[in-house]
């Protein structure tokens, strides 16, 4: 469960949220829906403690893993590597250890095939893949995603959007923050819409 409420974020005179609030109820889908530049960003950036608000409040049964468009992966690294040092750096596990727990991950993913691959070598779906699969080794109640879909081909948004149900089966709660109408059909969620940094509909 992710629960905000009364959350308010400004630069200078300018207002970028408005009294956010909203329920993320667990094992469910929830979508904050809007055009570019309406907050949803900024958001995430919060919940993430990578921004601070000028108000209001997170609240969560357990962590959140945030996975931005930009994936954030190492182009050093294979998406074994990927993996493994996610699981050294974060629980502390002996090497062979973490080999083994990476490629029972990788192959839930559906990457076990591509684990000595770099990112440059991964189709965008393999790497958004591969940066769902680091977040789950720090083991979240919760999962947000920036824009999912914004830069993948129209026929992968379906299985973007079965990869989200899936999580929610394997008990995780997911918000996402898109523009994506055909996303949005493909799954069931509850829709915020957000325009100009406020909540002003539910559906």
Not at 79 to 103: F, G, M
Not at 106 to 128: A, F, M, T, V
Not at 159 to 175: D, F, G, P, R, W
Request: hydrophobic share 35%; aromatic share 4%.
């Amino acid at each position: 469960m992710l629960k905000i409420t009364n959350l308010t974020k400004t630069y200078g005179p300018r207002s970028i949220l408005n009294s956010i609030n909203f329920t993320a109820e667990p094992q469910t889908i929830t979508v904050i829906f809007g055009a570019p530049e309406t907050g949803k960003t900024t958001l995430l950036r919060i919940i993430a403690q990578l921004e601070s608000a000028n108000s209001g409040s997170i609240e969560s049964t357990g962590a959140i893993e945030i996975i931005f468009q930009d994936l954030n992966l190492s182009e050093n690294m294979t998406a074994l590597h990927t993996i493994t040092s996610a699981l050294e750096k974060n629980h502390r596990i002996e090497r062979a250890e973490a080999q083994s727990i990476a490629h029972d991950i990788l192959e839930k993913n559906n990457l076990l095939d591509k684990k000595n691959e770099y990112p440059n070598k991964l189709s965008r779906g393999q790497k958004q893949r591969l940066a769902i699969a680091r977040a789950l080794t720090n083991r979240p109640s919760v999962i947000c995603f920036d824009e999912p879909t914004s830069i993948l081909d129209p026929i992968l948004t379906n299985s973007i959007a079965q990869m989200l149900i899936k999580l929610t089966h394997e008990n995780y709660t997911v918000l996402i923050t898109t523009n994506d109408h055909e996303l949005i059909k493909k799954i069931p969620c509850s829709c915020y819409i957000l325009e100009k940094g406020s909540i002003i509909k539910k559906y």
